[in-house]
């Protein structure tokens, strides 16, 4: 999740690895090291028969966007296992993975934390610091600790896998490269973008030395370049990277595989973040149509391109459109994420952000509020994301004459950006400039 308050997003795509074609977000899409095919065992224990069919089950509504059948699956899954093989047999641990991933997804991040945590003591213990299990429950955690917003704890736990995946699976090997490009993403979120860039043009060159220039992989890696590039204010450069990407899987993978869905919402943002409003609109509704198609109107990504359309829309000033489809992504995320989680959190802001700006205070204020506290809790209010809606919602105090109430947020924002964010960003001036002008 990113810019939830002021900018479209671009594609957030599930925990996919390299290989499978990720498009990345701007702040960078993390990629979990998955133990899903499971390790032969010295002394194998029979598992229950349906154990690995409730995996194989969850797994796959997982990837359908079908989190609540899928959870319950995976813990169907998890019990059965724990029973039958032990709390520390390695499928039980790739079980107990499976679920702090799906966690992740429904956003319930401190729920997944623990599970992380868990899985990599356990690991730590019987399979040793080196194993590369244990060095996939270390990333996995450390991109659970980004999306909370503890960037200082999760760097080193990046640095930490990258150095022993590097040492005893080799430079080339695909984990490294998932947990090399979780590093530059990191460094990324932190500002830190001359260290983040070498990183990225690393990894693009590694695998198109590896899988080629049109490997869904190698796209993937020059997407999260491309967002690089963005943020540092290079956008030209950045619009080359993601219309080469679209072009190529649209070539390779087809108009309406999925990956070539990703990418096209990624160029759309880009269209939106340099202010080409129209272009943007028009890649939007046919990134929607396509993908309400392909994988249906109540999918996790289809629901993010109607959100990220009412955001377009709210900048065109086509306000009664963009309400009505906020209104309706909010409704399904609520029903299909629940009201907790961030992306539902997110479009709250989103339509709270409609709602001012049709002059509808008194509608607005009660879902910032609920943005504010949901995320405070879910990622902390230091987040970039939590002070990007905090500040939308101190616009609105102070544009309503609240300006004592405005100008004790407007501190809140400055010492929180000291904490999140690199001097010179953007926000951290803006944030700045704001509070100058309530004193």
Same mark, same amino acid.
């Given at each position: 999740m990113n810019s939830l308050s002021r900018s479209a997003r671009l594609a957030r795509a599930g925990r996919r690895s390299l290989a499978g074609g990720l498009a990345a977000a701007?702040? &960078?899409?993390? %990629?979990?090291?998955?133990?899903?095919? #499971?390790?032969?065992?010295?002394?194998?224990?029979?598992?229950?028969?349906?154990?690995?069919?409730?995996? $194989?089950?969850? +797994? /796959?509504?997982? #990837? #359908?966007?079908? =989190? /609540?059948?899928?959870? #319950?699956?995976? !813990?169907?899954?998890?019990?059965?296992?724990?029973?039958? *093989?032990?709390?520390?047999? +390695?499928?039980?641990?790739?079980?107990?993975?499976?679920?702090?991933?799906?966690?992740?997804?429904?956003?319930?991040?401190?729920?997944?934390? $623990?599970?992380?945590r868990q899985c990599l003591e356990a690991r730590q213990r019987? %399979?040793?610091?080196?194993?590369?299990?244990?060095?996939?429950? %270390?990333?996995?955690?450390?991109?659970?600790?980004?999306?909370?917003?503890?960037?200082?704890?999760?760097?080193?736990?990046y640095r930490q896998a990258l150095d022993s995946? !590097?040492?005893?699976?080799?430079?080339?090997?695909?984990?490294?490269?998932?947990?090399?490009?979780?590093?530059?993403?990191?460094?990324?979120?932190?500002?830190? =973008?001359?260290?983040?860039?070498? *990183?990225?043009?690393?990894?693009v060159a590694a695998l198109e030395k590896t899988a080629g220039s049109d490997d869904p992989a190698t796209l993937a890696a020059r997407g999260n370049l491309a967002n690089l590039l963005l943020r540092k204010g290079d956008p030209w450069a950045a &619009? $080359?990277? =993601? $219309?080469?990407?679209?072009?190529t899987r649209e070539r390779v993978q087809g108009p309406n595989h999925p990956e070539t869905l990703l990418a096209l919402s990624n160029l759309a943002a880009f269209e939106f973040e340099t202010g080409r409003l129209p272009e943007a609109e028009a890649l939007y509704r046919k990134c929607l149509a396509r993908r309400t198609a392909v994988l249906g109107a109540d999918h996790p990504e289809t629901l993010a391109t109607v959100e990220n359309l009412a955001?377009?829309?709210?900048?065109?000033?086509?306000?009664?459109?963009?309400?009505?489809?906020?209104?309706? /992504?909010?409704?399904?995320?609520?029903?299909? %994420?629940?009201?907790?989680?961030?992306?539902?959190l997110g479009n709250a802001a989103t339509l709270a952000n409609v709602l001012r700006d049709r002059g509808d205070s008194a509608g607005a204020a009660p879902l910032y509020q609920r943005a504010i506290a949901g995320l405070g809790r879910s990622i902390g209010r230091t987040h970039p994301d939590t002070l990007g809606v905090i500040y939308e919602y101190a616009v609105l105090l102070k544009s309503t004459g609240r300006e004592v109430a405005a100008r004790r947020l407007a501190y809140e924002l400055v010492a929180g950006a000291r904490v999140s964010l690199p001097e010179g960003t953007s926000d951290r001036s803006k944030y700045d400039h704001f509070l100058t002008s309530l004193q």
């Open positions: 701007v702040v &960078g899409v993390s %990629l979990l090291v998955s133990c899903h095919k #499971k390790p032969s065992n010295p002394a194998p224990v029979a598992a229950a028969p349906n154990a690995d069919d409730l995996e $194989t089950q969850g +797994l /796959s509504l997982q #990837k #359908k966007g079908d =989190y /609540s059948a899928a959870e #319950k699956a995976l !813990r169907q899954c998890l019990a059965e296992r724990q029973r039958t *093989l032990g709390v520390e047999h +390695l499928d039980t641990l790739v079980a107990l993975s499976n679920l702090a991933n799906l966690l992740n997804d429904r956003g319930r991040l401190a729920e997944a934390e $623990t599970l992380n019987t %399979l040793g610091a080196d194993h590369p299990h244990t060095l996939a429950s %270390l990333n996995n955690l450390a991109i659970v600790l980004r999306g909370r917003g503890n960037f200082a704890a999760a760097e080193p736990l995946m !590097r040492r005893t699976l080799g430079p080339s090997h695909p984990d490294t490269l998932s947990c090399l490009n979780n590093l530059a993403n990191l460094l990324s979120d932190r500002g830190r =973008y001359p260290a983040a860039e070498p *990183l990225y043009r690393q990894l &619009g $080359t990277l =993601y $219309t080469e990407c679209f072009e955001r377009t829309l709210t900048n065109e000033k086509s306000l009664p459109e963009a309400e009505s489809l906020a209104r309706a /992504s909010l409704a399904a995320r609520e029903r299909i %994420l629940g009201a907790d989680h961030p992306d539902t």
